[in-house]
């Protein structure tokens, strides 16, 4: 089993304990509220969403994925740092055994830089794409980026 690594940074005008909150702590409340139109609904299947809790994300009719479901494996709020595993999904992915993500958010001048570094578990034999890769982190940074202008206009949430 191989695994292909994949890194970016998206800089925010945010503070980053806002976006912090906004995209790990609170996501369950703030992602179907903003995006009603991408997530129906965020759920807590186990645990109350500290470490080893499973988040269940429940996408809108008109996505080609029903649901994924992550568990967190390392919560540190005060640096404003998540990890997860993406451990199900309605989708059957034909390379990929597993993701791991890594979330961290760091000040930048009155912002934020958001680094997230990705771990594609490969199947046997199998290889992905940049592309591919890309093609999902491009609807990840849409997403990112909605929840910094909501935050922008509403400056009391997540505060």
Do not use: Q
């Not at 759920?43 to 996505?63: H, L, P, R, Y």
């Not at 997860?84 to 961290?104: A, G, L, P, Q």
């Not at 009155?110 to 999902?136: A, F, P």
């Amino acid at each position: 089993m191989g695994i292909v690594t994949y890194s970016m940074e998206i800089t925010s005008a945010i503070a980053p304990s806002r976006m912090f909150k906004a995209l790990v702590l609170e996501s369950h409340n703030i992602l179907p509220k903003i995006v009603p139109e991408g997530i129906k609904s965020v759920e807590f299947v186990e645990g109350d969403g500290g470490v080893g809790s499973i988040k269940k994300t429940n996408f809108a009719e008109s996505s080609h994925i029903k649901y994924t479901k992550h568990k967190v494996e390392a919560l540190d709020a005060g640096s404003f740092y998540c990890k997860y595993t993406m451990i199900e999904s309605d989708v059957k992915f034909d390379k990929i055994n597993f993701v791991v993500e890594e979330v961290k958010f760091v000040a930048a001048g009155n912002g934020c830089v958001c680094k997230m570094t990705s771990e594609y578990h490969l199947k046997e034999g199998c290889e992905l794409k940049e592309e591919d890769i890309k093609k999902g982190k491009d609807k990840a940074m849409g997403l990112y980026k909605v929840v910094e202008e909501y935050l922008v206009f509403n400056p009391d949430v997540c505060a």
